[in-house]
């Protein structure tokens, strides 16, 4: 007689926009969900965002942009687009660009269950309707999980907000007097607002181009080569 007895399935409950769960319980969830579902854990929240405006997706392919060419001039960091980034048991979000540092070169990101863990050196989110979430939970999210620097290009009306590390804490980055914006974590990613939100893609990219022509670029350029010579 087999007296082994059936097991009844595991059903992992669904998310619910709202709810309260710590990180581990998110994940579980998230994973057991439909593939086309879009969440995040932001301040211990479960938020489940509406699809991506035409505003926001054509803004983030300029920002991609910037980004994907200041990599091709800076070996040893990456750019990475709507990874899922396990900042701590609070936070699960799902930044709309990244700019890392590659771990092995001493960066800050490592994988965990596949997936992006702990504050990266740079984060981009592109704000519209989400702008209240952005520059708040989502902020404080980034600031405790010792994100380096933050930048929230905010949408209707067109606002850069830009937030550096200083004394474990974020403060806004200040433009030059002459407009543009200068990463004090990535030397020479420079950005040109009026540049970027007119989508003058000559004018940004002319603009980074000045950047990696800067002596604190190709310093960094040299130390990311002397790490990578070390881990060779």
């Known amino acids: 007689?087999?007296?082994?007895?059936?097991?009844?399935?595991?059903?992992?409950?669904?998310?619910?926009?709202?709810?309260?769960?710590?990180?581990?319980t998110?994940?579980?969830?998230?994973?057991?969900?439909?593939?086309?579902?879009?969440?995040?854990?932001?301040?211990?929240?479960v938020h489940m965002p509406s699809p991506l405006s035409p505003d926001h997706a054509f803004t983030n392919g300029?920002?991609?942009?910037?980004?994907?060419?200041?990599?091709?001039?800076?070996?040893?960091?990456?750019?990475?687009?709507?990874?899922?980034?396990?900042?701590?048991?609070?936070?699960e979000p799902q930044p709309d660009v990244l700019l890392l540092i590659r771990p092995e070169l001493g960066g800050r990101i490592r994988l965990?269950?596949?997936?992006?863990?702990?504050?990266?050196?740079l984060v981009v989110e592109i704000a519209r309707s989400s702008r209240r979430i952005d520059l708040g939970p989502k902020y404080r999210d980034y600031e405790r999980a010792g994100v380096l620097e933050y930048l929230v290009v905010a949408l209707d009306p067109d606002e850069i907000f830009w937030f550096v590390r200083r004394n474990d804490r974020f403060e806004r980055l200040a433009p030059g007097p002459d407009g543009l914006y200068r990463s004090?974590?990535?030397?020479?990613?420079w950005l040109d607002p009026r540049a970027l939100f007119s989508e003058d893609l000559d004018g940004l990219i002319a603009t980074l181009d000045l950047g990696l022509t800067t002596p604190e670029h190709a310093g960094s350029v040299a130390r990311l080569?002397?790490?990578?010579?070390?881990d060779a």
Do not use: C
Request: proline share 8%; net charge negative.
């Open 112 to 121: 965990e269950q596949g997936h992006f863990a702990g504050g990266p050196e």
């Open 1 to 24: 007689m087999n007296t082994t007895q059936r097991r009844e399935p595991v059903t992992v409950p669904p998310l619910i926009a709202g709810e309260h769960l710590d990180r581990a």
């Open 184 to 189: 004090e974590v990535f030397p020479g990613l």
């Open 225 to 230: 080569a002397q790490a990578a010579r070390r």
């Open 26 to 45: 998110f994940h579980e969830r998230y994973e057991a969900m439909p593939p086309q579902t879009r969440a995040e854990l932001i301040g211990g929240v």
């Open 62 to 91: 300029p920002v991609a942009l910037w980004l994907g060419l200041y990599q091709r001039s800076t070996k040893g960091v990456r750019t990475a687009i709507n990874g899922s980034e396990f900042l701590d048991d609070r936070a």
